[in-house]
Structures are given as structure tokens and as C-alpha cells.
């Protein structure tokens, strides 16, 4: 039982090879992380295809454009940067319209000139005011004296094509060995904590994982899609569900908070956060979110300015845990590899589907799109990524290979179907050809018992010069009478499946009565043609055992019962002067023997149309020894006569 | 006048000639238990009531009584096969106007182990009566066939019986150990032979002539042995 199911699981493993190396192929592809270009591409699309999204009110962006620089410049000093008064007065101005809370994501390395004290007496004063830090190599340290609870660092993890897709949470940093909050985090959790009262803790399934409220940020973990493989995943970090609008973020100049004074409503109770935006002073990152940021006058190449990319990390932490909007998170490796087997499977599934090939070629197309459809559905509404494009590709290609496969399975059976009706064709032709060979033997084998047989001894009459006129004419009629007779029984016997009669010379013989009640029949017939050897026999001895259990077909007793008369129509011809017959159908045991003998002197040069003694009766003896596997043998007697006999197995005979 | 017989069937379908038939048999068997039969089913009934020690048979006789169809020979050959085939040793007389239809059925007659003669209906009635003694007696006479045929015809065993007894001189015993068969069957061989060779018992007896004797003589006339 055990083996045959082995057996069998071995067959279908064979059988199956192709599609098992192609699932094992794609499965080992994935493994090498090769495709994870192609998942983090697939991840972009389906974020460039989300509806649009109301902008972001909570947060507010401050711009120090290079308008502002040029005049603070022309005002404190001749040097390029940011005077360190100028950004006091500017966040002065800020604070004082009561925002949540306000981040100052300048470099340090921007800022110059005097007025230091000011801002860090402003820092002192105001708690909701924080600055930045770059932790990660290169590091660019905070301004100085500023308390650590009041600073958060700027870096963003960039991925192995350039791109910003990932932001952190919080991340060990790599010197200090402590733990910091990033710039987007930190104002997060003041914002919620200040505004609704909501607290951060360790996440309820994932412990290292931040929550707010009842929302856990879902923490990018190693060997999650999309980033499979991808070790370089340090910190607690998360995906940045980027806001779908053109300009996601309300922005102002730090011109226009210094010209108009009168800012209080775009700035109580929200996040500001302040940069510098003039392109000589900042640099931007590379995302592949194509909308439109900040201003044209801003816009620096394809990148993302840094306070931009803080408002969509930020956004995105207030908008789920204020508005339930979903954050991203990717499947574990074990459910993506076993996703993709099950899209392996369903695809050899499909490509055997259908014989027909347009069909099976729509299936795919359907079950492709439909995959797809439902990865971005997902997606969508859950923020969950499926990775469609590996699964799309198993699936496509394990659909083709057993498309192929099943079109050349089909081809092969419809070439199989046809050798076959081939060598049906040929069979048929073969047993219309043995049946034509069987009739054109009939046919001869009848005239040869009738009429030939009578000519014959016509023939040898008028030889013998011991015949008259009147005799040769009722010959002749006989004649007439026999021929029509052999074309009358041809035709009746081509009618019916078995053989029914035995004709020889005029009479019809029942095929359908016992052998040896047949054999005794034929007996007496031949003996009654006009054969001059006939006259002198004085005595006939004959007898025919019964066949006993054995049983032979009408056709088999057909070819018997025409051997027994063409050796007992030999000896009419033949043995000349015999005056004694001995025909006898001997059963023994297994074996039926079957024997004519006379005592004739046997001349050769008697007969003038039939050929010797070894003719037609001897062709049939040979054709019948092959048919009911026996053996035939003739001989002469001492001192004259002749033997000819017939043997054959009952046994096999049963078989035939 | 003859011998008692116990029991004797008849087997006609023309009334007249059963009535002929019977006042024949129960004049000359004047103790006998005569029976009749008009068809092939009432043949078969009275042959399974009680078997008969003589059957005197016409060979034209319908299925049954009620057969509308006239009586054909065909109907009664095949009957008389089947009770030879059932009762090997019933005595029988076929008289027939169609004797000429037994031909066919030679080798039946010659494996029956009891007596069968054939008589011509038109045979005065002495004659028949000579056939049914002889068939009582188990003799068998069928030179009404026999001389429609050519030269003589035999069974290859009884010429064997003559060559042993004529050319080695064996006696019965001795021949039926040579042909490895019972002293019986080589009884049956000698009445079939006495039928061959012509040899009327009753006649011969009557002139006191050795039958072996006359047996040797007929055969080498008639060629069964040289």
C-alpha cells in the first residue's frame, strides 16, 4: 500500500518535473533577492495609484527661501547662511501664535553670526521646541547646550536604488549608544500627546514596536516584503505611506510670518516645522513620488526636500492614529514564499485546464489581472502588500510551460488516434484481401470438385474410346447442371457469415451435422462419381468414430470433408485395378486420424488434366495441416497401393 | 406357430396398413402384447412406459396427431436414429417404401447391437414375417440397402475379424483378445458379417451347412479376403 503510493507520488514527481523545476526556479530567484528591485518599483505604483487625499492640516511648513536669506543677509551681515538671530526672531514670531509644537530641521552647519543665546534662551522657555541632529555617519551635531529632550535626529534610511521609501522611528545611533527618536516621531508623539492626550507605548504584538493609543506603528522587520533579503534594516523603522496630493502640506514663507505678524490661525495648534528651501543651501532626497512639492521656484531635481519628507513621516503617524489611515506593513517571508508556491500550483492548475489553448491563454490573462486587482485592493484598504509582480510571474510562467505541455500531449494523442485508424485501415484491408484470396479459392476449389472433375472423366472416356455420343451429351448436360449449381451455392454462401454446405460434384452437404456423420456422407458421394478405378472396387471398408467432446468450426469441417473426397476422387483416378477401399476416421485419445488406403497400382501416366496424385488434394492437406495444426503424410504400400493420411490434435483443435 | 414374444410396438400412421400389420404379428405371435403407435410422440411415450422386445417401424410418420402436414420419411429416419442411439439393443423392422432413405444412416445401423432388418411394403407376407423372426432373433438384414450399393461394404473391423479367423483359423476368444475388445463385440461383428455376405441363418441352419464354412467361402468370393 505504502510502496504503491510511493510509487505513484514518484510517477506524478516525474511527470510533473517540469512544473516542479519551473515553481523551484522562481522560488530560488526570489530567495537571491533579484526581484526585490522589481517589488519595491510595484510598491511605488501602487502608492502613485491611491485617490487623492485631503491636505494635511496639522502640519504647517515654514520656508526659508532665498528671498528671506537675502534679506536677513543684507540685514545682520555679509555672510552666507542663516544668522543666528535672524532664526531667533523668526521662531519668536512662531511660538508666539502658539503652534503644538515646532521643529527647527536646520543643519547647524547652515547657521552663523551672534545671537546663539537668544535661541537657546528661546529653547529653554519653550519645551514644544525642538531642533535636529544628523546621527548617522557623516554626523552633523545639534547646535550647541541644547537639552536631549529636545532634540531628535533627521536621517532617513535610503534604499539600494537611492530612494527614500522608509523612515525611522527610533533607532539606536551609532556611537552614542543610546536610543533617539527621529525628527518625525518626536513630533508625532508631542502633537498627539499634547493636543489629544494620547501616550506612546511598547506595541501590544510586536513589543518593540511604538503605539499610540490603540495604533501600533507596524515596524519594518528583517525578511519582510518588500525589502526580502535586504539585511541593511537597522532601528525601529517604518514605510512612509506617503499623502496622495499635489501639495499634501500648507506651506508659508519666512518672509511672509515676518511681513505679516497676523499668522495666529495657520500656526495655533500645529506642527511647524521650519527649513531652509533656498537651493544653493539645502539638498534634497530622491523618492519616486512624482507630485508636485513644494513651490516651482523650489523645486531641486527629482528629490524631496527634507521638510517635506518629515511632514509625510509625520503626517502619516497623526492620520492613523487620528483618522484610522492605514499604515503600511508587509507579509513575513514564510507567507510570501508560500504565497508564491500556491501560484505556482494554481498556474500548472490553470495551463491544464483547457484544451483548448485561447481559453487557457484568457484564464491567465483573467487570473493575472484579477491577482493584481486584489494585491492593490488589499493593499488599498489594509496596507498590507502582497508582492504581485514574483506571484504574477510564477503564476504566468508555470501557466505557459503547462499550456506547451498540454498542447504537444494533445498533438501526441491526436498523431496516436491517427496511426491508429492507419492500422485499422491496413488490418481492414488485409482481411478484405484474405477474404478475396478465401472466395477466388472457393471459387476454384468448388469448380475443381464439380465440373473439372467431370470433364475429367469425360475426357478420359473419349480416350479410352469407351464412350458414345449420347453419353458424352448427358455428360455435358450434367455439366451444364453442376456449374450453375456452383454459382448458385457461391452466391448463397457469400450471403451468410458461417459456411453451411459442402458442395462436391451435385450435392449440397449439411456443414452443420456431426464429423463423422459428414465424413460418412461425403464418403458416399464421392463414390458415386463415374470414376473407372470405382468399378472394380469389391470391397469398401469405412468407418467414423464420432469427435467425441472436441468441437470444429463449419469451416474446418468444410476444408475436411473436401480432403476426404479429393483423396477418395484420387483413388477413382488413380489407382488403377484397386478392388479394395479403406477409409477410416480413427479417434485416439487426443488425436483424430484420418485415412484413405487402396491396393492400386498407381500409373502416372493416366492423368491428363488434374496434374499427378500429389495435387489439389495434397495442396489441401498442406493449407489444412497449418490451419488445425496436424501433420499429413502419404505412402506407398507393399505390394501396391496407397496410403494418405491425416492427423490432427483435438486439443488444439479447440483452440483454433 | 412361433415363438412367444412379451411385448411388440408398432409404428404406422396409415390405419389400414396398421390393421394389415397387426393381424399379421397376432396371428403368427399369438401370445404377444401388441402395441401401436401413429407418431413420433406416441413412439416415444410407449418406448418410456415399458421397452418393447421387437419395434416393427414405418419410416413416414408425422410429429404428432394432430401434424396437418403429410407424414414424411425424413421425420422417421431421424426418430429411428434417435431410439438407436437410445437403445442399442432393441430389436428392430423397419418396412418402408422409402427403404431406400436408410442409406444415409448405414453407420448407425452397424453400430446397433441388437437386430435390425428392412423389408419393401411390397414384400408378400411371408417375407416380412422371415424379417421380424429374423430381427427378433437380433440378426441384422439390410440387403434391401445393401445391393443399391456397389461391390461390398464393410466396417474395417469385421474384415480383421475375418483375416484372424480364416487366415490365422483363431477362434472368437482368441480373436477378441487379439483386437483387444469383449467376446460380445465380436458376436455383433459376425451378425453384421453374416448380413454382408448373404448368408440367411434360418436357411442355412435348416440344410445343416457350417456356417464358418460358408462365411470363408462368400468372403473369398465376394474379395474381403484374398
Not at chain 1, 547647524?108 to 545671537?115: A, E, H, K, W, Y
Not at chain 1, 456431426?514 to 470414376?531: I, K, R
Not at chain 2, 452397424?110 to 423389408?119: A, N, R, S, V
Request: charged content about 25%; glycine content about 6%.
Amino acid at each position: 500500500m505504502l510502496r504503491t503510493r510511493w510509487s505513484q507520488l514518484k510517477q506524478m514527481l516525474i511527470q510533473q518535473s517540469l512544473g516542479i523545476g519551473a515553481i523551484a526556479f522562481l522560488l530560488s530567484l526570489k530567495a537571491t533577492g533579484v526581484l526585490q528591485a522589481i517589488e519595491l518599483n510595484q510598491l511605488d505604483q501602487f502608492l502613485k495609484l491611491r485617490p487623492e487625499e485631503t491636505v494635511e492640516n496639522r502640519i504647517l511648513l515654514v520656508k526659508i527661501d532665498q528671498l528671506y536669506l537675502d534679506r536677513m543677509q543684507h540685514k545682520y551681515s555679509d555672510r552666507a547662511g542663516l544668522e543666528y538671530q535672524a532664526l531667533a526672531d523668526l521662531t519668536q514670531l512662531i511660538l508666539a501664535s502658539q503652534p503644538a509644537t515646532v521643529a527647527l530641521d536646520i543643519p547647524v552647519v547652515r547657521l552663523s553670526g551672534d545671537g546663539q543665546d537668544n535661541l537657546l534662551r528661546l529653547f529653554e522657555q519653550y519645551p514644544e521646541l525642538i531642533t535636529v541632529e544628523k546621527a548617522f555617519r557623516p554626523r552633523i551635531p545639534p547646535i550647541s547646550s541644547i537639552p536631549a529632550q529636545q532634540l531628535a535626529f533627521n536621517d532617513f534610511p535610503i534604499d539600494l536604488d537611492g530612494n527614500v521609501r522608509r523612515t525611522f522611528l527610533v533607532s539606536y545611533t551609532a556611537e552614542q549608544e543610546e536610543i533617539k527618536s527621529s525628527l518625525s516621531f518626536r513630533l508625532a508623539e508631542l502633537y498627539l500627546d499634547k493636543m489629544h492626550g494620547i501616550g506612546v507605548s511598547n506595541g501590544q504584538r510586536d513589543p518593540d514596536a511604538p503605539q499610540f493609543g490603540e495604533v501600533e506603528i507596524p515596524r519594518l522587520k528583517l525578511n519582510r516584503e518588500p525589502y526580502l533579503g535586504d539585511s541593511n534594516i537597522d532601528g525601529i523603522q517604518t514605510i512612509i505611506s506617503f499623502r496622495q496630493q499635489n501639495a499634501a502640506f500648507e506651506a508659508i514663507t519666512a518672509s511672509a510670518i515676518l511681513e505679516n505678524s497676523d499668522q495666529n490661525e495657520r500656526i495655533q495648534n500645529k506642527i511647524v516645522i521650519v527649513g531652509i528651501t533656498a537651493p544653493k543651501l539645502t539638498t534634497s532626497l530622491n523618492t519616486t513620488f512624482p507630485k508636485v512639492r513644494l513651490g516651482e521656484e523650489e523645486m531641486i531635481g527629482n528629490g524631496m526636500l527634507g521638510i517635506e519628507l518629515q511632514a509625510h513621516a509625520t503626517s502619516q503617524i497623526l492620520s492613523s492614529v487620528l483618522d484610522n489611515r492605514a499604515l503600511i506593513r508587509g507579509i513575513s517571508q514564510t507567507y510570501s514564499y508560500g504565497l508564491l508556491l500556491m501560484f505556482g500550483i494554481a498556474g500548472c492548475a490553470l495551463g491544464r485546464s483547457s484544451k483548448n489553448v485561447f481559453v487557457s491563454l484568457l484564464g491567465l490573462l483573467i487570473a493575472a489581472f484579477g491577482l493584481w486587482i486584489v494585491c492593490y485592493l488589499i493593499f488599498l484598504t489594509s496596507g498590507l502588500y502582497l508582492p504581485p509582480v514574483v506571484n504574477l510571474l510564477m503564476l504566468t510562467v508555470t501557466a505557459l510551460i503547462y499550456m506547451l505541455l498540454s498542447q504537444r500531449e494533445i498533438a501526441d494523442q491526436e498523431i496516436a488516434a491517427e496511426r491508429k485508424v492507419l492500422e485499422l485501415a491496413a488490418q481492414d484491408r488485409d482481411s478484405r484481401w484474405q477474404e478475396r484470396r478465401r472466395a477466388i479459392e472457393d471459387v476454384f476449389g468448388e469448380i475443381h470438385n464439380g465440373p473439372l472433375q467431370m470433364l475429367s472423366i469425360t475426357l478420359r472416356q473419349i480416350q479410352d474410346g469407351e464412350t458414345s455420343i449420347a453419353k458424352i451429351e448427358t455428360q455435358l448436360q450434367a455439366l451444364n447442371q453442376q456449374i450453375r449449381l456452383v454459382g448458385e451455392h457461391l452466391k448463397r454462401e457469400s450471403q451468410i457469415e458461417a459456411r453451411q454446405s459442402l458442395l462436391w460434384g451435385n450435392q449440397q452437404i449439411d456443414l452443420n451435422q456431426p464429423l463423422h456423420e459428414l465424413l460418412y456422407e461425403v464418403y458416399t458421394v464421392s463414390l458415386q462419381a463415374d470414376w473407372p478405378n470405382f468399378r472394380n472396387l469389391k470391397v469398401k471398408s469405412r468407418s467414423f468414430d464420432p469427435l467425441g467432446q472436441a468441437q470444429l468450426s463449419n469451416e474446418e469441417k468444410d476444408w475436411l470433408g473436401r480432403f476426404l473426397a479429393e483423396a477418395i476422387c484420387n483413388v477413382g483416378k488413380h489407382a488403377h485395378g484397386a478392388t479394395r477401399l479403406v477409409v477410416r476416421g480413427q479417434r485416439c485419445s487426443e488425436r483424430y486420424t484420418l485415412s484413405v488406403e487402396d491396393n492400386g497400382y498407381n500409373g502416372h501416366n493416366g492423368d491428363i488434366v488434374l496434374g499427378d496424385r500429389a495435387g489439389g488434394g495434397t495442396k489441401m492437406a498442406r493449407e489444412l495441416e497449418c490451419r488445425m495444426n496436424g501433420t499429413f503424410s502419404r505412402e506407398q504400400l507393399s505390394p501396391q497401393g496407397f496410403r494418405c493420411i491425416l492427423s490432427w490434435s483435438l486439443q488444439s483443435s479447440k483452440n483454433v | 406357430m412361433g415363438p412367444q414374444l412379451a411385448r411388440i410396438l408398432v409404428v404406422e400412421d396409415y390405419p389400414l396398413l396398421l390393421d394389415g400389420i397387426v393381424n399379421l404379428l397376432e396371428k403368427h405371435y399369438p401370445d404377444a402384447d401388441i402395441w401401436t403407435a401413429s407418431s413420433v410422440r406416441e413412439t416415444w411415450a410407449q418406448l418410456e412406459l415399458s421397452l418393447p422386445d421387437l419395434v416393427v417401424f414405418d419410416l413416414a410418420i408425422p410429429t404428432d396427431e394432430q401434424d396437418q402436414q403429410q407424414a414424411q420419411p425424413e421425420t422417421g429416419i431421424r426418430l429411428l436414429k434417435q431410439i438407436m442411439q437410445q437403445y442399442s439393443q432393441l430389436n428392430i423392422v423397419v418396412q418402408s417404401t422409402y427403404t431406400k432413405a436408410l442409406v444415409r444412416i448405414i453407420p448407425q445401423i452397424d453400430e446397433h447391437l441388437g437386430g435390425f432388418t428392412i423389408i419393401e411394403k411390397s414384400r408378400s407376407s411371408q417375407e416380412v414375417l422371415e424379417r421380424i423372426e429374423s430381427a427378433r432373433r437380433g440378426y441384422t438384414n439390410t440387403q434391401e440397402i445393401r445391393k443399391l450399393q456397389s461391390g461390398v461394404e464393410v466396417k474395417p473391423e469385421w474384415t480383421d475379424v475375418l483375416t484372424l479367423a480364416f487366415q490365422e483359423g483363431l477362434q472368437d476368444r482368441a480373436i477378441a483378445q487379439r483386437m483387444n475388445v469383449q467376446i460380445g463385440t465380436i458376436r455383433h461383428y459376425w451378425r453384421k458379417l453374416y448380413d454382408v455376405l448373404e448368408i440367411d441363418l434360418e436357411a442355412e441352419r435348416k440344410v445343416g451347412r457350417n456356417l464358418r464354412t460358408v462365411s470363408e467361402i462368400n468372403a473369398r468370393h465376394k474379395g474381403l479376403i484374398d
